[in-house]
C-alpha cells in the first residue's frame, strides 16, 4: 500500500498499474464478503489519500475526480484550511449533542448560512446529517407553518431515499422499487426541460401550475419543492423564466417555495446558489454536499416566521450540526470565498462547455449540452435522434474509469454524462479529462 508515501500527490493522471489494480481487487473482494450487496459498484478502485482534483488509489494509481464524490467536495480533497479545521476540532472535542450543551460552530454555521443564502429577509437555520434528513425537516417545517399536507414535487426530481424522500424522488429504479409503501401526500408535476418539451419557461409552468390547481388545489399545497438545477435526474436546467414564475405563485398562494440546492448549491454553478441566476428568493433552502468539504452536514435554512414556527424540541437529531461538521463548513466557506471559487466555477463552465459544444459537432451521439458553472453535463442520445443511449453512457463511463478518470452517469434513462470537478482543478488537469472524455465519446460513437 501506499500510505508510507509521504511525498505530495502529485497533480497529474497517471496510471501504473491495469485499472482496477491487484490491491483493489483484493479489497473488492473483502467487500463482497462483507458489505450488503444493495450499494452501486460506481467504480471499484480503493482510495487510499487525495489531494486536490487528484486521487490515488491502493495501487498508486493516480486518477482524475471529475466527480467530487458526487458534488461534495468542491473546495477540493485535503485542502490544508479544511484539514487543519477539522483536526483542530477533534482534539478539542468531537460531540456534546447540540441539544444538551451548545457550541459556538454550530452557530456561526448557521449565521453563514442566513446570510449566503438569497433574500436579505430574516432567516434561521437548523442543521442535520445528510440531504435526506433536510428535506424531511423542510417539509415538517413547511407542513406545520401552513398547516397544509401536500408536496408538489417534478418529474426526474432527486430528494433523497428515506421514505419520505423516496416519495418525492421520480425515479422507480433503482431507488424506490418495492421498498413502498410511499408516504402520502406527494404530487408530481412536469418539469422544464427545454431539450425534450421544446416550451419555453412560462409555458411550462403554465402546464405545472395548471395541474397543481387542478389535481390538488392551491389551498392544500404546503410546499413546492424543487431543484433549481436537477441533479440524478439529468442535470435538467429549467427554461428561463420558470423558476420566476412558479416562485411568483408561490407567494401568491400561500405555499411554502423550498429550493432543493443540495447538488446545486455552493458555489457549483457560480454562484453561491442557481436560483440566483433568475433573481429567485426562495421561502426554504436545503444545503448539504458542498457545505461542509467532505463532512457529512446538511442545513434548512428559511424565514423566520416559518422556521420559528415550530414547537421547542419539534426539530433536531442526536447528531446533527456535529462540530467537526461545522468546523469543515465554516473553512470550506472560507475556501470558497477566499480562494474565488465562485469565479473559478464560472470559468471552468466556460471551458467545459465550448469543449463539448466542439465534441457535438464532431459525433452524432450528443443530443444536449446543458449547464451551469462547473456543473455540465453531455445527454447521449441514439444518432439523429432524441431517444435516450444509456447503453452509450455506460460505455463513455467505463472508457472514462479505465483511463483513471472518475466520471459519473445520471438521469432518469441513465444517458446523461455530468462533470462536477472540483473547484480547485487545474486547467492542465481538466483539459486532460476533457480530452479523455472527448476520446471516450468518438469511442462509442
Ligand atoms: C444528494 C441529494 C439529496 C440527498 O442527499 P443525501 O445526503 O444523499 O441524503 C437530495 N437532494 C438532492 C438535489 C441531491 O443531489
Known amino acids: 500500500m501506499v500510505s508510507s508515501l509521504e511525498s505530495a500527490v502529485g497533480e497529474r493522471r497517471h496510471l501504473v498499474t491495469e485499472i482496477p489494480g491487484p490491491n483493489?481487487?483484493?479489497?473488492?473482494?473483502?467487500?463482497?464478503?462483507?458489505?450488503?450487496?444493495?450499494?452501486?459498484?460506481?467504480?471499484?478502485?480503493?482510495?487510499?489519500?487525495?489531494e486536490g482534483a487528484i486521487l490515488v488509489d491502493v495501487d498508486g494509481n493516480r486518477l482524475l475526480d471529475m466527480g467530487s464524490g458526487i458534488a461534495v467536495t468542491s473546495v477540493g480533497h485535503a485542502v490544508p484550511a479544511v484539514v487543519e479545521a477539522v483536526s483542530n476540532q477533534v482534539a478539542h472535542f468531537t460531540h456534546t449533542c447540540f441539544m444538551v450543551t451548545p457550541y459556538e460552530g454550530y452557530v456561526e454555521v448557521c449565521e453563514e448560512l442566513n446570510s449566503l443564502t438569497p433574500g436579505t429577509h430574516d432567516k434561521r437555520t437548523a442543521l442535520f446529517n445528510s440531504g435526506a434528513e433536510a428535506i424531511e425537516n423542510a417539509v415538517k417545517v413547511a407542513r406545520l407553518a401552513t398547516g397544509r399536507s401536500a408536496v408538489v414535487v417534478?418529474?426526474?426530481?432527486?430528494?433523497?431515499?428515506?421514505?419520505?424522500?423516496?416519495?418525492?424522488?421520480?425515479?422507480?429504479m433503482p431507488y424506490k422499487d418495492r421498498f413502498g409503501p410511499f408516504a402520502p401526500e406527494v404530487y408530481r408535476v412536469p418539469m422544464s426541460y427545454p431539450f425534450r418539451d421544446g416550451?419555453?419557461?412560462?409555458?411550462?409552468?403554465?402546464?405545472?401550475?395548471?395541474?397543481?390547481?387542478?389535481?390538488?388545489?392551491?389551498?392544500?399545497?404546503?410546499?413546492?419543492?424543487?431543484?433549481?438545477?436537477?441533479?440524478?435526474?439529468?442535470?435538467?436546467?429549467?427554461?428561463?423564466?420558470?423558476?420566476?414564475?412558479?416562485?411568483?405563485?408561490?407567494?401568491?398562494?400561500?405555499?411554502?417555495?423550498?429550493?432543493?440546492?443540495?447538488?446545486?448549491?455552493?458555489?457549483?454553478?457560480?454562484?453561491?446558489?442557481?436560483?440566483?441566476?433568475?433573481?429567485?428568493?426562495?421561502?426554504?433552502?436545503?444545503?448539504?454536499?458542498?457545505?461542509?468539504?467532505?463532512?457529512?452536514?446538511?442545513?434548512v435554512t428559511g424565514r423566520v416566521e416559518l422556521m420559528n414556527a415550530v414547537h421547542e424540541g419539534g426539530l433536531g437529531g442526536t447528531y446533527g450540526g456535529n462540530p467537526v461538521a461545522a468546523a469543515a463548513a465554516l473553512a470550506t466557506i472560507a475556501t470558497l470565498r477566499d480562494r474565488d471559487l465562485?469565479?473559478?466555477?464560472?470559468?471552468?463552465?466556460?471551458?467545459?462547455?465550448?469543449?463539448?459544444?466542439?465534441?457535438?459537432?464532431?459525433?452524432?451521439?450528443?443530443?444536449?449540452?446543458?449547464?451551469?458553472?462547473?456543473?455540465?453535463?453531455?445527454?447521449?442520445?441514439?444518432p439523429g435522434s432524441k431517444t435516450p443511449h444509456p447503453r452509450a453512457a455506460k460505455a463513455v463511463v467505463a472508457y472514462c474509469q479505465q483511463q483513471g478518470v472518475v466520471a459519473l452517469a445520471c438521469g432518469t434513462d441513465g444517458n446523461v454524462i455530468r462533470l462536477l470537478p472540483p473547484l480547485v482543478i487545474t486547467d492542465e488537469q481538466l483539459a486532460d479529462g476533457l480530452g479523455v472524455l472527448g476520446a471516450a465519446v468518438r469511442s462509442v460513437q
Open 154 to 172: 417534478f418529474e426526474h426530481a432527486y430528494h433523497g431515499r428515506t421514505n419520505l424522500t423516496m416519495a418525492l424522488t421520480a425515479k422507480n
Open 199 to 299: 416550451l419555453s419557461g412560462a409555458e411550462a409552468a403554465a402546464r405545472a401550475i395548471s395541474i397543481i390547481e387542478t389535481d390538488v388545489g392551491s389551498r392544500n399545497v404546503a410546499a413546492l419543492l424543487i431543484e433549481p438545477i436537477q441533479g440524478e435526474g439529468g442535470f435538467v436546467v429549467p427554461a428561463d423564466g420558470f423558476l420566476p414564475a412558479l416562485s411568483r405563485w408561490t407567494s401568491d398562494n400561500g405555499v411554502v417555495f423550498i429550493a432543493d440546492e443540495i447538488q446545486s448549491g455552493f458555489g457549483r454553478t457560480g454562484q453561491w446558489f442557481a436560483v440566483e441566476h433568475e433573481g429567485v428568493v426562495p421561502d426554504v433552502v436545503t444545503t448539504a454536499k458542498g457545505l461542509a468539504g467532505g463532512m457529512p452536514l446538511a442545513g
Open 342 to 382: 465562485l469565479a473559478r466555477a464560472r470559468a471552468l463552465g466556460e471551458i467545459m462547455l465550448a469543449s463539448l459544444h466542439q465534441l457535438q459537432r464532431d459525433v452524432t451521439i450528443i443530443g444536449d449540452v446543458r449547464g451551469r458553472g462547473a456543473m455540465v453535463a453531455l445527454e447521449l442520445v441514439e
Open 24 to 50: 483493489s481487487r483484493a479489497l473488492h473482494e473483502r467487500r463482497l464478503a462483507a458489505v450488503s450487496s444493495g450499494l452501486t459498484v460506481g467504480f471499484p478502485v480503493y482510495i487510499d489519500r487525495a
